[in-house]
């Protein structure tokens, strides 16, 4: 299993370094299901941010180009169900960092996650932080 950090799959995805990118897609063409990349839920949250932010892609366009990474054969992610989920979450308008902290919360048994988000608090699992 090989790592893969979150400028190795930006650079996969944009294609916008001819050397990085030629490097990228070398690695990632190589992976099998027997020796796959492990990409964790913080290099996704993180590429999430980078092609929303930096590359100012829209989540139409940014959801389903991830989701097809993670139910790569080639790829493992951790939690890879709850992933799915936040990034579907994602389509629904919430943040996909949000969406994994709840759902994250609920799978560990948490009563609740206290946020100061509202927006946020809308996500079954969360819950708002309000004074009395």
Partial sequence: MIGLDT????????????????????LLGSLTPVQPGYISPA???ETYWVLRRGYRLTVKDVVPTLLALVSSDEILVEHADLVRTALRRALEGYDFAD????????RRGCEF????????????????????
Avoid: C, P, Y
């Avoid at 190795?8 to 030629?22: K, N, Y």
């Avoid at 969406?99 to 609920?106: H, N, P």
């Fill in 7 to 26: 400028n190795v799959i930006v650079r996969f995805l944009t294609q916008d370094d001819s050397s990085q990118s030629a490097l990228a897609a070398s």
């Fill in 43 to 45: 290099v996704l949250v």
């Fill in 99 to 106: 969406a994994l902290i709840a759902l994250d919360g609920v």
């Fill in 113 to 132: 996650t206290a946020t100061f988000d509202r927006h946020a608090s809308g996500l079954e699992g969360m819950k708002l932080l309000q004074g009395a």
